[in-house]
């Protein structure tokens, strides 16, 4: 979209003559061409098939004169969720509203694919298309949230301190790190602000034809699998595993001979090279081999390079070479006076627990309550310092920006960081002292903010317990027996116990009225079944055995209720202290369209 910007720079070089002055004689003009006087358009195939040729896409010229003009726009391709459903939409962030051009059929998307920006010709009003639903209403009015608007919030935060108002602690929010911040890119002048804005009919879906592929930004690779039939042919198709990408054309000549003489039999990783007008399909080149296509590993293999995941768990030494062998703690006490030591038996000892999947090895979060008498509880929010590992520009920070994540699949799980760190170091597990972060506040059992602190910490979880564990504490028939607490002298498995089910008590009613108080301001929950698939061994490449439902109770969003009041007082903090450096991530408001 960056491209655009040629449309609204003065520079004249970039601009065609006709374009620089309108005080200069215009005798060299460009015809704002419509494609269809410019071209005449194949006859339309049949519903779902084909076309052989295509319009050919108006220059770079044309397209400037039409989009300056008013008679073209510009925006990027959305792809209905598969490509043969024939639909397809365009957005200009300032067109109308923010109203959806629909492009139907294969020939007026004229070789476009998703994410590509185009050029687009509106059709005239007699061949728009009736609309189905109701119209979208704006939804630029500010929410209410208990009597403040978050517009109001947002401009309290940008005060000075000493001249905020009094915002409850637990009840401020961040709203879109102070500013609206448009996600959509646009272009910096507006070419269609000057052009006339119809007064549209509610029943009416604007239709078009993209004459011009401006940028193409559609993902170039693609993990495929032969048609069936494709033995023996010059040309052999294949189907991606994105379903909004039609089939991709390879010559047979290009392929390997395995893949050429049995090509149902193979997963292959192809690049698309273009699209020309006179080819039914996007043409394609073989880049690799991924396997074979009735093994579970070499089609989960195929997923990951579909979306971008070329890498495994595996680190080079560069990036190992950063990773201690084991945690220095009383060495960066030492070196970290700040950092407070929450073992237990030092000043600040903290009980700290974890509630997590039974099967989960990398636990990144713990929690601690404890009564202080008066209904007051202190409640503490520990999440894994990972920070302390990972040098800033080092080897292994640059690879864990490029993976950005860890991606999990249904039987394993492709690390952002090495395992020593995932599984070991930045694992709360009970095996040992963790570093950490520490969000730590003294609440009245409503869950209002009465004091608060936050820094570094040294922490040891007293107990990994899984949800279902949590759940029988909060409904009232828990057997200590399902804990495993081998970590701790039998002497003080009592202790542990009760303290476990003080916290995980403490934890459910605080965390009960904190919700309460959400949803009585307008708050909505979507929650759905979670499908989970069971392995023999979950490090196995086999076929899973079967699968079961999981669906979230009281113990689920009790861990969520504090993880989210932590991140909001995170955030609100690092944009109070750190203004120029505070990332934010912040929720559009809901497609009205989609309430009934």
Known sequence: MAGLKIM??????????????????????????????????????????????????????????????????????????????????????????????????????????????????????????????????????CPEVAGVTIASRADDLKKPLSERSRLPDNERVVCRALQKIERLKKVDVDPLADAPKPNLPEDAMITGTVVHIWESKHQKHHSAKAMQGAKGKKYMRFVSYDEKVPHIEVPANDLSSPVRDNPEEYLVYLKIKGWPSNKTFPQGELIRVLGSASQVKDQTNAILYEHGVDY????????????????????????????????????????????????????????????????????????????????????????????ATSVYLVQKVIPMLPRKLCEEHCSLNTLGDKLAFTVEWTMDSKGRILKEWMGQTVIRNQCKMAYENAQDIIDGKFD?????????????????????????????????????????????????????????????????????LHETAEANWLVEEFMVMANARVTEKTIEFCPDNALARWHESPDTSRFK
């Open 8 to 141: 609204q720079q003065n520079n004249k070089k970039d601009l065609p003559d006709h374009l620089i002055s309108k005080k200069k004689k215009n005798t060299h003009t460009t015809k704002v061409t419509s494609m269809s006087n410019r071209v005449q358009k194949p006859s339309s195939p049949p519903s779902g098939a084909m076309p052989s040729n295509y319009p050919q896409h108006l220059s770079r010229d044309e397209v400037i004169a039409g989009v300056m003009s008013g008679k073209y726009i510009v925006g990027e391709m959305n792809m209905n969720k598969k490509f043969s459903s024939n639909i397809a939409f365009v957005r200009n962030p300032s067109l109308w509203n923010n109203i959806d051009v629909c492009i139907e059929g294969k020939l007026d998307r004229n070789r476009a694919l998703d994410k590509d920006v185009v050029i687009v010709e509106v059709h005239p009003r007699d061949k728009w298309k009736p609309k189905t639903g109701a119209a979208l209403k704006p939804t630029g009015e």
């Open 480 to 548: 200590p027996k399902c804990l495993d607490l081998t970590h701790l002298p039998p002497s003080r498995h009592q202790w542990a116990i009760d303290n476990i089910k003080d916290a995980v008590n403490g934890l459910y009613s605080i965390s009960s009225n904190i919700r309460k108080a959400r949803f009585e301001r307008g708050a909505l929950t979507m929650s759905q079944a979670k499908m989970y698939f069971d392995f023999e061994d979950r490090d196995s490449n086999m076929a899973p055995k079967g699968w079961h």
């Open 312 to 403: 495994d768990d595996e680190f080079s030494d560069e990036c190992l070479a950063v990773v201690p062998d084991a945690i220095p703690i009383d060495e960066i006490l030492k070196q970290e006076p700040n950092r407070r030591d929450m073992r237990i038996g030092s000043k600040h000892e903290r009980f700290v627990i974890s509630i997590d999947p039974a099967t989960a090895r990398d636990l990144d979060d713990a929690l601690s309550c404890e009564p202080l008498g008066g209904g007051n509880y202190r409640v503490g929010v520990h999440i894994a310092d990972v920070s302390a590992f990972v040098p800033f520009g080092s080897a292994l920070d640059e690879e864990a920006r490029k993976r």
